[in-house]
């Protein structure tokens, strides 16, 4: 069965800090791996897509086939990225995804 | 287009009752998915068309649930009988094809069943 496990619920920092958010799936196959965001009172979001190899907002995240992980990263933190973060890769088929539990960062002044 | 629309944005009704939700995708998506989010959780599939065709629908839809999307447009889920289980946020998303693309969410609509 397809998982996806963000181990951390909470995660909290302070303004400049380093983030990682962590993401583990067990999939077979190859899936394509998305980054979700919600920010307080807005809907859900896409953030960034693995394929696409882009930095948006100061977000990276990096594959790692062998540890099976999505990590998603920003050197320094900033107050406006305090939200939900939801990993979601999809299906071999491309036409579903599955999100984790998802974690709230918190960036403190 | 302004994106994904949710109707209504919020549903309180009494246990037993049927309620009716309706999505307006993006007018150029052909795909069209149903989640569920309960507090605390990531959303949660239910189920998924592609163009007017029910492709695929969890387990976790029971036959209480039933969804459609006549014309491959916008899409309705009913949800008959209602238990107090059912309350959540239902959130629709549609994407164009390919596996490439990610989903434009609605706002969702929060029910209620007291």
């Known amino acids: 069965a397809q998982r996806v496990t963000q181990p951390e619920k909470l995660l909290s920092v302070f303004k400049g800090a380093p983030v990682e958010l962590k993401c583990n799936y067990s999939y077979s196959g190859s899936p394509e791996l998305f980054w979700y965001v919600q920010y307080s009172r807005q809907r859900l979001q896409l953030l960034l897509r693995h394929i696409s190899r882009e930095s948006i907002k100061g977000f990276t995240a990096d594959l790692n086939k062998g540890e099976t992980s999505f990590h998603l990263k920003k050197p320094f933190a900033q107050e406006e990225d305090s939200a939900m973060y939801y990993c979601a890769p999809a299906n071999n088929a491309g036409n579903m995804l599955t999100f984790g539990g998802g974690t709230r960062l918190m960036v403190k002044p | 287009d302004t994106g994904v629309s949710q109707d209504p944005r919020h549903k309180i009704t009494k246990r037993g009752q049927n309620v009716t939700f309706r999505c307006d995708p993006i007018?150029?998506?052909?795909?069209l998915y149903w989640y569920r989010q309960t507090l605390g959780q990531g959303p949660e599939f239910l189920t998924y068309f592609q163009n007017e065709a029910q492709l695929e629908k969890s387990r976790l839809l029971s036959d209480r649930f039933s969804a459609e999307r006549p014309k491959g447009s916008f899409s309705t889920l009913e949800i008959q009988r209602t238990e107090q289980g059912d309350s959540a946020m239902y959130l629709c998303?549609?994407?164009?094809?390919?596996?490439?693309?990610?989903?434009?969410f609605g706002s969702g609509t929060r029910l209620t069943v007291v």
């Open positions: 007018s150029e998506h052909n795909r």
């Open positions: 998303a549609s994407s164009p094809s390919g596996q490439d693309y990610g989903y434009t």
